[in-house]
């Protein structure tokens, strides 16, 4: 079973930088397709940006430009770095796999306020 765990979010003013990061443990990890995903409050969990087993990068259109996720298949981490940070990408951010019927258990994720 693999397990996920995020980390990196903080407190930081708009226009900032974070770079999130996802630990995963157990089971393989380089065969597969991930994603970020994040839920501000009161919203559904929306997908951000995916990055495939070959490490090709879809972005969603509110933060294209702006983020880049990349992945290091031998330490089995998935990275989300965010540029010029706007208080709408406040949210809790999640990392799992792709697509949504292998998904692993949501892990707590990482919470990323911006402040403006």
């Known amino acids: 079973q693999v397990q996920l765990v995020e980390s990196g979010g903080g407190l930081v003013q708009a226009g900032g930088s974070l770079r999130l990061s996802c630990a995963a443990s157990?089971?393989?990890?380089?065969?597969?397709?991930m994603g970020w995903f994040r839920q501000a409050p009161g919203k559904e969990r929306e997908l951000v940006a995916t990055?495939?087993?070959?490490?090709?990068?879809h972005y969603a259109d509110s933060v294209k430009g702006r983020f880049t996720i990349s992945r290091d298949n031998a330490k089995k981490m998935v990275y989300l770095q965010m540029n010029s940070l706007k208080p709408e990408d406040t949210a809790v951010y999640y990392c799992?796999?792709?697509?949504?019927?292998?998904?692993?258990?949501w892990g707590q994720g990482t919470q990323v306020t911006v402040s403006s």
């Open positions: 990055i495939t087993s070959g490490g090709t990068q």
């Open positions: 799992n796999r792709l697509p949504a019927s292998i998904a692993t258990p």
């Open positions: 157990g089971g393989t990890f380089k065969s597969y397709a």
